[in-house]
């Protein structure tokens, strides 16, 4: 058996101790300089942060104090100023051009156009009958201005009248109540045979009608707009529900019984009282 041959083992370099301060000192320098980072970046969102602190402070402060003036302010004061100054420019120019010797009018229609023109002055018609038209009169004045008011605030559901209207046709044309007519236009006419179809003065048919649930709740909502309407208009005139009974006739007799009662309710307590108990001899 042959013998085994010898391993050459290369003795290795070993630069571990040599190295080891440097290392060392890598590893001591790279706490300091994540902490110095660190550091630095605290420092600067401290610094974010107080910048944004001072910007927010002083954007509150210029809010409180815009606040603080809109309150102070009044705006029917502002409201009042800007007429005021309207006015005061109006006769400015007005008497200007009276002193020039020139129609005042004239000069002020070079500013509008021809339609402008014509809207202004439906429009002053339209305010003046408006202002004609608020105070009281009767009865019959007030029932057609609130009929009037009712008619404008109407919306009807016009796409919801032809679908019932077309469903009504149909339904007589099957029925042999009604016939389509053609004409030489081609237009279609809808000829009623007996006269049942179209409503008249003696037709009961509407009585079979039954609105839908959004048109009952308008009319309810209505009627209610009206009665709070009423009561608030009741609540500005001084008459409220609880006012008990009426003694007055008009309003002069009511200061009048108001400025007695004042005077004289003390004086008449005890008698009032037995009248509303029934001892009064």
Do not use: C
Not at 126 to 136: L, Q
Not at 257 to 266: H, M, P, S, V
């Amino acid at each position: 058996m042959p013998p085994s041959k010898k391993r050459k083992v290369t003795a290795e370099v070993d630069d571990g101790p040599a190295n080891s301060p440097q290392l060392e000192a890598e590893a001591a320098e790279e706490p300091a300089d994540v902490s110095a980072k660190t550091q630095e970046r605290r420092d600067r969102f401290k610094a974010l942060q107080a910048r944004a602190k001072k910007k927010s402070a002083e954007r509150n402060m210029k809010d409180a104090a815009a606040e603080s003036q809109r309150l102070a302010t009044d705006p029917n004061l502002l409201s009042s100023l800007s007429r005021k100054q309207a006015f005061a420019s109006h006769n400015l120019l007005k008497a200007d051009t009276a002193a020039a010797g020139k129609d005042f009018e004239r000069k002020r229609a070079w500013d509008w156009t021809i339609e402008e023109s014509e809207r202004w002055d439906k429009r002053m018609e339209k305010k003046d009958r408006h202002r004609d038209d608020v105070a009281f009169q009767d009865y019959r004045q007030d029932s057609r201005k609130v009929y009037n008011r009712q008619l404008r605030e109407l919306k009807p559901d016009l796409e919801g009248y032809e679908k019932e209207k077309m469903a009504a046709v149909q339904k007589a044309a099957m029925s042999g109540g009604l016939e389509i007519v053609e004409t030489d236009d081609g237009e279609l006419v809808a000829v009623d045979k007996n006269g049942t179809f179209y409503s008249t003065a003696d037709s009961t048919d509407f009585v079979q009608n039954k609105p839908d649930r959004a048109a009952v709740d308008k009319l309810v909502t209505d009627l209610r707009k009206a009665e709070e309407k009423r009561l608030r208009k009741r609540r500005d005139k001084g008459r409220g529900d609880d006012d008990g009974d009426v003694t007055y006739i008009n309003e002069r007799n009511q200061q009048f019984n108001k400025k007695l009662a004042r005077f004289y309710n003390k004086y008449t307590a005890e008698i009032r009282e037995s009248f509303e108990r029934g001892t009064m001899i």
